[in-house]
């Protein structure tokens, strides 16, 4: 004879497991409807959006911590919003002469870019064996831990690299920080393995490195980002974006900043895979091109 208590218990059980099966399932259903986010043709309507889709798939992640599409969809949504929208709210409030408002808008940022980076690191933990590992052991450690994966793995890399490089891209713009050499390596792991994912966007982030980091050359830089462009077929207009505003404004090439950013706003619906990010390079590069004088006083 069953006790009322088990009763209780089994009812418990079962309500939990529910609620893990249903959360499952909706976790399921975001993965699956995710992609249409990063097509979509209004910059406006996604960046109102976004918010809310990822404090769904927060909700979800406390019932399916595990659930390695809700982790991904929501790492990557923290990213795209403290990238399309918060950062560029920083940068439009630094050019109103608004310095206040464009520090807030930056810890916001880097708040969000941290939150993305705790699920980035979750997200690495099951899909990357010795991910948490290797990482302990250092950087000569966690690099021979990188040259055992292939090219399955291409694409995880990419993104948890390149979302812990945003992080840390914000939190510490201008200083040295030792996971910023576990994040790169990541990323150029990613490029060796399969230098195609999303868009070349990893040999964007070589390039981006090259340029900005200590010790490097403009003639370096410019090889780098040349190499991104060839990878790319030009069709991510992110990097042309980045090249103009990094490598042109290093070179003090008024006249390459003009003609890159030109490109982006000229150019078509190249790749609809992209479309969203390609929208938010043309918003960015029309910004740039009226502060040109700013970024090249005469």
């Not at 390596?185 to 230098?195: C, E, F, G, K, T």
């Amino acid at each position: 004879m069953i006790r009322p208590a088990s009763f209780l218990s089994l009812a418990l059980l079962l309500g939990c497991d529910l609620a893990k099966l249903a959360a499952g399932g909706t976790a399921d259903v975001f993965t699956e409807a995710s992609p249409a986010l990063d097509s979509h043709f209004d910059v406006t309507m996604i960046g109102d959006a976004l918010p809310a889709n990822v404090m769904q798939l927060e909700g979800l992640l406390r019932v399916v911590p595990d659930h390695e599409g809700a982790l991904l969809g929501a790492m990557r949504g923290y990213g795209s919003y403290a990238y399309g929208y918060v950062e560029d709210e920083a940068e439009r409030l630094e050019a109103a002469g608004d310095a206040e408002g464009a520090r807030e808008q930056r810890r916001r940022a880097v708040l969000l870019y941290r939150r993305a980076t705790e699920l980035a690191h979750h997200y690495a933990a099951l899909r990357l064996d010795g991910f948490e590992e290797a990482r302990e052991e250092g950087v000569a450690a966690f690099r021979a831990w990188l040259d055992d994966l292939d090219r399955d793995d291409a694409e995880d890399l990419f993104w948890v690299g390149f979302t812990w490089g945003q992080w840390i891209n914000a939190a510490h713009p201008n200083e040295r920080h030792a996971d910023r050499d576990f994040a790169l390596a990541m990323v150029r792991r990613s490029v060796a393995l399969d230098p195609r994912v999303y868009g070349a966007s990893g040999s964007g982030v070589l390039a981006f490195a090259a340029t900005r980091a200590p010790g490097t050359t403009v003639e370096g830089a410019e090889r780098a980002w040349r190499v991104a462009l060839e990878r790319s077929e030009r069709k991510n207009l992110l990097l042309l974006v980045f090249m103009a505003r990094t490598y042109a404004v290093r070179a003090r090439d008024r006249a390459l900043y003009v003609v890159l950013l030109r490109e982006v706003l000229e150019a078509g619906d190249l790749d609809p895979e992209m479309r969203l990010s390609n929208l938010i390079a043309k918003a960015r590069a029309a910004r740039y091109l009226r502060e040109v004088e700013r970024v090249f006083p005469n």
